[in-house]
Nanobody
Framework: QVQLVESGGGLVQAGGSLTLSCAAS????????VAWYRQTPGKQRELVAG???????NYLGAVKGRFTISKDNAKNTLNLQMNSLKCEDAAVYYC?????????????WGQGTQGTVSS
């Protein structure tokens, strides 16, 4: 069994910063591709940033240069540093990790953490 616990969401003024974390625990042999998504009411969940493999990251155009995704393999933790936040960045943020357990690789989602940006 694998669990993902997100933390770090909150309220920040426009121009401020938030750091989101996603900690994985349980039966984990290895972690592959990882990503952060976000969703606002009435809209589809969108990919914000991802790490496909070592050295290969991708970002949503609207956050490129402001957000940084990173993975700590020793701690099984995924982070998203969000700087220069804008009102349109307000959303529920979800982490997704591809985790290999005893045999198979499965994709797991965090519970979501709210990021609110005030003007």
């Amino acid at each position: 069994q694998v669990q993902l616990v997100e933390s770090g969401g909150g309220l920040v003024q426009a121009g401020g910063s938030l750091t989101l974390s996603c900690a994985a625990s349980g039966s984990i042999s290895s972690i592959g591709a990882v990503a952060w998504y976000r969703q606002t009411p009435g809209k589809q969940r969108e990919l914000v940033a991802g790490i496909i493999s070592v050295g290969m990251t991708n970002y949503l155009g609207a956050v490129k240069g402001r957000f940084t995704i990173s993975k700590d393999n020793a701690k099984n933790t995924l982070n998203l540093q969000m700087n220069s936040l804008k009102c349109e960045d307000a959303a529920v943020y979800y982490c997704q990790l591809a985790i290999k357990g005893a045999a198979a690789v499965n994709a797991y989602w965090g519970q979501g953490t709210q990021g609110t940006v005030s003007s």
